[in-house]
């Protein structure tokens, strides 16, 4: 499977569905950016500037400062596919915060989605 689209989309075309879905089922931008924060190790003004910058997803994770230790408690299935199990690297990372952004639409804590 070619991801070449995928990886090349704008963090900044995605970030406004993602907090929109979270929105419609009565969740905060404030959680989205808990979430990304959690996920990535940016802050906000480093997460604002990628958003500005309009940089794509492969250089969003490339840069991102660090990648959450217990990313690896993510699992479950997110766009018909298993997130622990998906092999190219990069592809896992979008779906891994595709996944926590769905597990906030469906409800679940904070303290649940952020493996506290």
């Known amino acids: 499977m070619d991801n070449t689209r995928v990886f090349r989309m704008s963090f900044a075309s995605v970030y406004p569905l993602l907090v929109a879905k979270a929105e419609r089922k009565g969740r905060t931008k404030e959680e989205v950016d808990a979430i990304i924060r959690w996920l990535t190790g940016y802050d906000d003004a480093t997460l604002q500037r990628q958003i500005e910058t ?45 996944k926590l952004v769905d597990e906030l639409a469906k409800g679940k804590s904070m303290d649940k989605i952020l493996r506290k």
């Open 54 to 98: 309009k940089v794509d997803y492969q250089t969003f994770f490339a840069q991102a400062p660090r990648m959450n230790p217990n990313v690896s408690k993510i699992t479950g299935v997110i766009c018909g596919y298993r997130v622990e199990q998906i092999e190219d690297k990069l592809m896992q990372q979008i779906r891994h915060l595709d």
